[in-house]
C-alpha cells in the first residue's frame, strides 16, 4: 500500500484532516462512516484503534462525540463467501468501544467471485444501509429500499 500512501503526501490521516477541514468550511459533518479492509482481519484489537483514530478525529475537527456517530460496515458476509467475515465479529464489538457508533450489515450484499469485495449492486444495498443508519441517527424513520 507504500504507493497508495505516497499519493497522500505518506500521510493519509493528514489529508484526511485537510479536506475535512475544507469540508466544515461550508458544511457540518453530521457522521463518520468507516469499512474496513481486508489487510488486519482477525485483529481483536480492531475496536481500540478505531476509537484511537475517532478520537482523534474528533480532536482535530473540534467535533463532539454525541453529535458525531460512527457508522462502520461489516465486510462481505459468510453466507456470500467472505473470505474475512471472521472480522464481522470483530466489528460487532465496535459499539462496546465508542458508544454511538453504530454496525451496517453486509448481509445479503452479493460479493464478486474473489469473496473481497462487493459486486456493484452489493455496494449499492450496503450504501443504502449506511444512509438508513445515519437518517435515523438523525431522527428519520426511513425503511431498507431493495
Known sequence: ????????????????IEIAKLAQKDGVIKGILLHQGEPNTGDTLWPQKVKRVYDNLLK??????????????????????????????????????????????????????????????????LGNRYAIAMLSLLGYKINEVE
Not at 503526501?9 to 489529508?15: E, I, L, M
Open 1 to 16: 500500500m507504500s504507493d497508495m500512501i505516497k499519493e497522500y503526501n505518506g500521510n493519509p490521516y493528514a489529508r484526511l
Open 60 to 125: 482535530d475537527l473540534a467535533l463532539k462525540a454525541e453529535a458525531v456517530p460512527l457508522l462502520a460496515g461489516e465486510l462481505v458476509s459468510a453466507g456470500e463467501g467472505g473470505k474475512c467475515a471472521s472480522m464481522n465479529s470483530i466489528i460487532a464489538k465496535l459499539p462496546q468501544v465508542i458508544k454511538i457508533a453504530q454496525v451496517v450489515s453486509s448481509a445479503g450484499c452479493t460479493a464478486v467471485a474473489d469473496g473481497l469485495h462487493f459486486t456493484a449492486a452489493g455496494y449499492r444495498k
